[in-house]
């Protein structure tokens, strides 16, 4: 088959093999590329949408972005079912197998490395949300009052109440953090979610991430799930497990665009 090759992640061998009906980014599905004690997953990909030009005009495009997007995580959530894999960033494509065979060569030594410490262990993640009270329509209630006066201490009062919640909020996030990451071997802190762009309700206060053995992967969930509802106001989430993406260490995972010539 020709066309560009798309790298999802780089592994180990394994030897469970993925679902049948595992369909990758352009409809195609995933195979293994073995070099050494490496594995590429890869699969192939049409020029007119990834060689460099084109690829850079369909990543100003949502609707396409969102749809390779979820391809490529439906790959490496396969794979996080068989194996221990280093995720790639999205969208790292080489010219043909060799390119792919020639990235591995040269990052063998950084790969092993991290896949070692990868190695049956899997990455959580945690936000934790303030949420104050709404009315129906979603806004924050209005204070009524009979005169001026009354309706300014009603504002500050509400006010009063919102520093509240986040002063709450904050101290309840460091001491869940501080908890979590004594049970797991590593964490990330992320910066705060744009509401207007995750489409959460209420103001994130902790983002966080855990790298945790799969051993221990059910004492780690129900720690979280224990603090569900301990504090009003604040709605704990709990996602994963997923593919170590926050402790893979690479800024550039595939060395370049090779494909991009």
């Known amino acids: 088959m020709t066309g560009l090759r798309y790298v999802y ?10 679902p049948a009906d595992l369909t990758g980014v352009a409809g195609v599905p995933p ?3 073995a070099h050494g004690d490496l594995v590429a997953v890869v699969s192939h ?9 084109p690829l850079r005009a369909r990543l100003e495009d949502l609707d396409w972005l969102s749809g390779t997007a979820r391809a490529h995580q439906s790959v490496v959530d396969a794979l996080t079912e068989v194996t221990s894999p280093l995720p790639l960033r999205l969208a790292t494509v080489f010219r043909d197998d060799s390119g792919v065979r020639t ?8 790969f092993r490395q991290l896949l070692d410490r990868l190695d049956g262990r899997v990455e959580w993640g945690v936000k934790i949300y303030a949420e104050p009270r709404e009315d129906t329509t979603g806004r924050m209630p209005q204070p009524r009052a009979a005169s001026g006066r009354d309706y300014l201490l009603a504002r500050r009062r509400q006010r009063s109440a919102h520093e509240e ?21 590593d964490s990330r802190l992320h910066a705060p979610q744009n509401p207007a762009l995750s489409g959460a309700s209420g103001r994130n206060v902790l983002n966080a991430a855990y790298l945790v053995p799969r051993a221990t992967a059910e004492e780690f ?16 989430e709990l996602t994963g497990p997923w593919a170590a993406y926050s402790f893979s260490g690479l800024d550039e995972p595939g060395g370049g665009r090779e494909a991009g010539g």
Do not use: N
Not at 103 to 110: G, Q, T
């Open 9 to 18: 992640a780089v592994c180990r061998p394994f030897d469970r093999p993925l």
């Open 31 to 33: 195979k293994p590329l």
């Open 45 to 53: 990909v049409p020029e007119a949408d990834f060689a460099e030009e």
């Open 103 to 110: 990235m591995l060569e040269e990052r063998a030594d950084a």
């Open 165 to 185: 919640l986040w002063e709450r909020a904050e101290k309840f996030a460091t001491r869940l953090h501080d908890t979590l990451s004594a049970g797991a071997e």
């Open 221 to 236: 969930v129900e720690l979280v799930e224990r603090t569900k509802g301990e504090e009003p106001g604040l709605r704990v």
